[in-house]
């Protein structure tokens, strides 16, 4: 089971995995896990290692085992072995493995692993456990433990519930709450300009923001759904274009995040002249400093013990970046932006499985990287599985959350904290928008638990922000001013 999202969503995928447990002689014995694929149609394999039994395994992967005159009599006798893909169906394999006195068979695939697919009535008496491997886990499993091993099939449970996705939640409730809060401050800040003639073009030339309006939100979501199709299409060459992208971008938004709080410092403010223009040396040190970490990010990515720390740390500067540089004028925009990209979700993850050719959703496929592509787009939250499964050993060892679960519905909880600034409300939209964000993200997790299919998070964010945010508009009676924004905004 993993999470994932491309631009936004959260994906559950299940298949027949389970995990080889290879122990060698040594004292005390070496022992590995690996990856195995099998069918359940055919194989049974216990919960746990308490009730699996070892075999000693014999490597055959230079033959592919179509006829027994190809194994020594008497060389199989009580074991597992492991012989290469090919030739013949897998389950004529296993009734010559089974007539030789194989206990287990293991099939070596230097493709890579796929679902075993046969006709299991035509071998109904087949009873040994019959699975794929893949064939650089065989040599690696002789590297690493020698040429004497102890082998044994198993497949635990997956869990219902994986303490991950707390933390995804805490970053994702986390991230949401400060861009918000982030942007009522610099409203703050421009609304004291406004009254201050002195301070107005000061606050003008540093002012950074982007405001949407309805034509450049539905232009965005084009050209969401356009990046979307050319990444199915072209994904081996522009999956480095978006990881060239997020390391400018996400060296730049951790700069800006930093640089709000050190100019809260009152220390360290000596300043050097470069260009006509004063420089403060610690800024000149930071700048450096979130460059560095970019490139590190991008050098060590693919490094699954510690990169993903460092890919959460840069995916939220982006965030809260982008909630903060975005404005939404008005709750009108807010509902265009938020109810065409809750389409753009919906269509992409179950829509399009009844277009493409193999019948799969073209989010899902991005998200994976088509066609086993090793590269993923760096556009995730990630954090490593806590409990330990096939999948996790299989897939991918991460719950991961696409940043546009954080950002869409980031931006209208950025709305109503600048409109509370606006109206002096005392945080009332701001503090709702953002716990109507955290119970559609459990409503998300719950959903996905319950159905164990696809599901994109937008399908339940979008409602719970927008219809809490309207009711306390309507409550408060200020629904027109809600929807129009104010005369400063528009």
């Avoid at 928008?433 to 459990?442: F, R, S």
Wanted: glycine share 6%.
């Amino acid at each position: 089971v993993w999470f994932n999202s491309e631009n936004s969503g959260l994906f559950q995928i299940r298949a027949q995995e389970g995990i080889l447990h290879a122990a060698g002689n040594g004292i005390p014995p070496k022992t590995k896990d690996y990856c195995v694929i099998y069918n359940s149609n055919w194989t049974t394999l216990p919960g746990s290692l308490n009730n699996a039994t070892f075999r000693i395994l014999e490597n055959l992967t230079s033959t592919v085992l179509c006829n027994s005159s190809e194994v020594a009599p008497g060389l199989l006798k009580d074991k597992a072995v492991v012989v290469m893909r090919g030739n013949c169906t897998f389950l004529e394999k296993a009734i010559i493995a089974e007539s030789l006195g194989a206990k287990m068979l293991l099939i070596a695939s230097k493709p890579g692993l796929f679902p075993l697919t046969d006709n299991k009535t035509e071998f109904k008496d087949v009873t040994l456990p019959i699975a794929l491997i893949r064939y650089s886990d065989i040599m690696d499993m002789q590297l690493t433990l020698g040429n004497e091993v102890n082998v044994t099939l198993y497949s635990p449970p997956l869990p219902e519930f994986d303490c991950s996705m707390v933390v995804i939640f805490v970053i994702a409730v986390f991230t949401v709450a400060l861009g918000g809060y982030w942007s009522g401050v610099s409203e703050l800040e421009n609304l004291k300009a406004m009254a201050n003639p002195g301070e107005r073009e000061t606050r003008r030339k540093k002012e950074e923001n982007v405001t949407f309006t309805p034509l450049t939100v539905i232009l965005f979501v084009v050209i969401c759904c356009v990046m979307l199709v050319l990444l199915y299409f072209f994904y081996k060459w522009l999956v480095y274009v978006i990881i060239s992208v997020f390391c400018l971008a996400s060296a730049m938004s951790l700069y800006n995040c930093l640089a709000a709080l050190i100019g809260e410092v009152p220390y360290g403010l000596c300043r050097v002249t470069c260009c006509n223009k004063n420089i403060e040396v610690r800024l000149v040190f930071l700048a450096g400093f979130c460059i560095a970490a970019s490139v590190v990010w991008a050098v060590f990515r693919n490094e699954d013990r510690w990169a993903w720390i460092l890919q959460d740390i840069l995916g939220v500067a982006f965030c809260l970046n982008f909630i903060k540089t975005l404005k939404m004028p008005n709750f009108k925009s807010c509902v265009i932006l938020l109810g065409l990209l809750l389409l753009y979700d919906v269509f992409f993850v179950f829509i399009t499985p009844f277009i493409t050719k193999n019948g799969a959703s073209i989010m899902v496929e991005v998200a994976a990287g088509p066609f086993g592509n090793s590269e993923k787009l760096p556009v995730v939250i990630r954090v490593p599985r806590l409990e330990y499964s096939a999948s996790t050993l299989c897939d991918v060892p991460f719950s991961l959350l696409g940043f546009g679960d954080i950002i869409v519905p980031g931006l209208l909880v950025a709305y109503c904290r600048r409109f509370d600034v606006q109206t002096s409300s005392s945080s009332v939209y701001y503090v709702s928008c953002t716990i109507a964000y955290a119970v559609g993200m459990v409503l998300t997790f719950v959903v996905l638990a319950l159905m164990k299919m696809g599901q994109p998070a937008l399908l339940y964010l979008v409602p719970c922000t927008l219809i809490t945010s309207s009711l306390v508009a309507w409550r408060r009676k200020e629904m027109k001013k809600f929807w129009k924004g104010s005369s400063y905004q528009v």
